[in-house]
């Protein structure tokens, strides 16, 4: 990884926004509703990264749609009571903007759940790229999310870097060409991580600070 990447580009859910309770609680709330089941934490967001119907198919791949909807309705309507920002990440990316870097988003998410999101935190002014799950046909672990957002950017792979916080995240990066940098404030830990070597794995927004801007 060069010292100085450009792109920066991130995942959102669990990497610059903290949505690991939101969407623990929807997917707890799903899964109770139509399946009559209850799953424990680690059950409910192993497949956290991936787009929303993947993850619901886990679960059961016969009732993959009725979670879906059940999961979006209570999904929206708590998102304002519960997501929360991530301590240093706004200043963060404010101060990347202010190093020239241009930044993105790849996410998984629906565009009407990003728009959501910055409704209740105000960020999406600071990326020059938002991808989501309605602007591809395949998804994370697939790298062509990212490619996407490099070709919305007019730059190549050479220099750029992805951070997220799953493996899918490191998968994807990785297969675009990218130095992938690992993140443990999310939905998954050092232990998981690890295995997808990563450039870097940062447990603080302060520590990806000081990889991002040395």
Not at 16 to 21: E, F, K, L, Q, S
Not at 126 to 150: N, Q
Request: charge should be negative.
């Amino acid at each position: 990884m060069t010292r100085t990447p450009d792109p920066v580009l991130f995942d959102l859910d669990g990497t610059v926004i903290d949505t690991v309770a939101l969407i623990r609680e929807s997917h707890r709330h799903a899964t109770r509703q139509v399946l009559g089941r209850e799953l424990t934490d680690e059950q409910l967001v192993a497949n956290v990264g991936r787009p929303l119907i993947e993850q619901m198919r886990v679960f059961d791949a016969d009732r993959a749609d009725e979670l879906y909807e059940v999961y979006r309705v209570w999904n929206h309507a708590n998102t304002a009571a519960l997501l929360r920002a991530y301590d240093g990440m706004d200043a963060l990316l404010g101060d990347l903007r202010a190093a020239g870097r241009r930044l993105g988003i790849i996410t998984s998410k629906s565009r009407d759940a990003v728009d959501l999101a910055w409704d209740c935190l105000p960020l999406g002014h600071l990326f020059d790229v938002v991808i989501t799950a309605d602007d591809s046909a395949v998804h994370k672990p697939d790298p062509t999310p990212l490619r996407v957002a490099l070709e919305r950017l007019g730059m190549g792979a050479e220099g750029a870097c992805y951070v997220g916080d799953a493996p899918f995240d490191l998968q994807a990066g990785r297969a675009a060409g990218m130095a992938t940098i690992g993140v443990t404030w999310g939905f998954f830990p050092r232990a998981t991580l690890q295995p997808e070597a990563p450039d870097a794995i940062c447990d603080t927004v302060d520590e990806l600070r000081r990889v991002l801007l040395p």
